[in-house]
């Protein structure tokens, strides 16, 4: 009897063509990054700046494709380290572009913080009009765990302001 090939593969498998798995290295201790079109000397730079910065004891860089390389960082860490460091990274790396995504470059944030934070009062900005306090425009369901936690606090700090 013939092994079927997994449902996945046969999803992305044009009809009639074998599907190459791509072998991959997969952990959560490790520290990887994977630099698309950017330069060895960028590469470089980068990478000795995050494993200084995190002391990560050390690094390996491999050639990936023409321009594109993987970086390798020797000192191991938790998983939750890890997606900062790589977050840290991503946003340092390419944070000029996160400009046309504020949604992702707030995510990021949030993760190098590991905890969210949204803005409750005023906000002044250099050069720019004042933005107001956050107000509420909209209610869905339930209003009773974290929505009612998050107005209590609002209104305490108003009280202590």
Known sequence: ???????????????????????????????????????????????????????????????????????????SVSWSRNVHIMNWAALMIEGRRLKNLPLTKYALMQDIKESSCLRIGKKKVEGKKEKPSPRTVFKFGKQNNEIK?????????????
């Not at 470089?44 to 200084?52: G, P, T």
């Not at 998050?150 to 305490?156: A, P």
């Open 1 to 75: 009897m013939k092994a079927s090939k997994p449902k996945s593969m046969l999803k992305h498998a044009p009809q009639g063509k074998r599907v190459k798995p791509t072998l991959g290295y997969s952990d959560v201790l490790t520290v990887k990054l994977d630099f698309d079109d950017k330069s060895l000397k960028t590469v470089k730079y980068w990478a000795k700046r995050v494993c200084k910065f995190f002391k990560l004891d050390g690094f390996l860089i491999l050639r990936s494709s023409s321009d594109s390389y993987h970086v390798v960082f020797n000192r």
């Open 149 to 161: 936690n998050y107005l209590q606090f609002k209104r305490n700090l108003r009280r202590f302001l």
